[in-house]
């Protein structure tokens, strides 16, 4: 059964300085995604990585996948509010597979 | 702007009503799926189609059936609802075979059951 785990669930975020949370699932694959989920919304896709080094960049958020280490890593640079909400990576084993979900981190940015 | 809308946006009910949750798509994609989230939970999957005549379970299909009217067209339906379906639903979509499996997710059902 795949299993996926972010962590840390909560990360309390300084505004202007960078962080990296991260994401574990217990199967091979090379199809991983992120999503934002700001309280009460929907669930926005962010980044769709397809191959063992892939990394994709969106203004201050940058996602790499490395399938043998069966991780992804979400990198933030210098942190600012807009970024504020719940980030979720899911896991896919294939073309023809569902995805599964980790439970979500929540980054909260302070001034 | 091709989209994925849900009906209703909030439904409280009480326990032993049955319930539809209706989800539409205009993205064209074959696949579609029935999540809940619950707060701390993540997102479950309870059913997905990957079109109109394949129906599968998912993780937390039990107390849940589904139709899938069109290609367009995925509703959700509690039997029997039970305060324990007490969530937020989402319905999701994505291109078929050879595609990213990329999901759009629609705005949300939040489910009240008393």
């Known amino acids: 059964e795949l299993k996926v785990e972010q962590n840390p669930l909560f990360l309390s975020m300084q505004e202007g300085k960078n962080y990296t949370i991260y994401c574990n699932y217990s199967t091979t694959s090379d199809r991983l995604y992120w999503y934002r989920q700001d309280p009460g919304k929907s669930l926005e896709s962010l980044f769709v990585l397809l191959s063992n080094g892939a990394v994709k960049q969106e203004g201050r958020l940058m996602a790499s996948l490395d399938t043998k280490a069966r991780l992804s890593t979400l990198h933030i640079t210098a942190a600012v509010h807009d970024l504020s909400a719940t980030y979720f990576c899911a896991v896919s084993l294939g073309a023809n597979s569902k995805l599964t979900f980790g439970k979500g981190i929540t980054l909260s940015v302070r001034p | 702007d091709a989209d994925v809308t849900q009906t209703p946006r909030n439904r409280i009910t009480k326990t032993g009503k049955r319930i539809m949750l209706e989800c539409s798509q205009t993205k064209g994609h074959d696949r579609m799926y029935w999540y809940r989230q619950d707060p701390g939970l993540g997102l479950r999957l309870i059913y997905y189609?990957?079109?109109?005549?394949?129906?599968n379970k998912g993780e937390i299909s039990d107390g849940y059936s589904v139709s899938r009217q069109a290609q367009a067209k995925f509703s959700l339906s509690l039997e029997s609802a039970i305060p324990n379906q007490t969530a937020l639903y989402f319905c999701?979509?994505?291109?078929?075979?050879?595609?990213?499996?990329?999901?759009?997710f629609g705005p949300g059902t939040r489910l009240t059951v008393l």
């Open positions: 999701a979509t994505s291109l078929g075979q050879g595609a990213s499996n990329e999901q759009f």
């Open positions: 189609s990957f079109d109109v005549k394949d129906i």
